[in-house]
């Protein structure tokens, strides 16, 4: 069974920064497609990341610009740096994974969840103004 773990959320200032990390418990699973998702308080997850296999990526408007994801394939961890955080950023973050490269909507690696085997258990982002 695979398990995601993630880490670095916290509670931070608007305009700080953050690092947040996944690792997985097999390795490669991490060097397929990967992804970020957020789910704020009261709302639905939506992927904000998304990391294929070829490197292409793909972010939500609401982070471009401001988060940037990667991968260490030799660590087998997966990352997202935050930058200039706001407080609409404050929710659960979860890391997603699945077997095989990204689907492609409209030649883009594909940001719906039902296209992710493996998820985390998430780690929070609290963003004060």
């Known amino acids: 069974q695979v398990q995601l773990v993630e880490s670095g959320g916290g509670s931070v200032r608007a305009g700080e920064s953050l690092k947040l990390a996944c690792a997985a418990s097999r390795s490669g699973i991490l060097s397929k497609c990967v992804a970020w998702f957020r789910q704020p308080p009261g709302s639905e997850r939506e992927a904000i990341a998304v990391l294929d296999q070829d490197g292409s990526t793909n972010y939500a408007d609401s982070v471009k610009g401001r988060f940037t994801v990667s991968r260490d394939s030799g660590k087998n961890t997966l990352t997202l740096e935050i930058n200039a955080l706001k407080p609409e950023d404050s929710a659960m973050y979860y890391c997603?994974?699945?077997?095989?490269?990204?689907?492609?909507?409209?030649?883009?690696?594909?940001?719906?969840?039902?296209?992710?085997?493996?998820w985390g258990q998430g780690t929070q982002v609290t963003v004060s103004s």
């Open positions: 997603a994974a699945d077997r095989w490269g990204c689907t492609l909507i409209n030649g883009r690696p594909s940001m719906v969840s039902t296209d992710y085997a493996y």
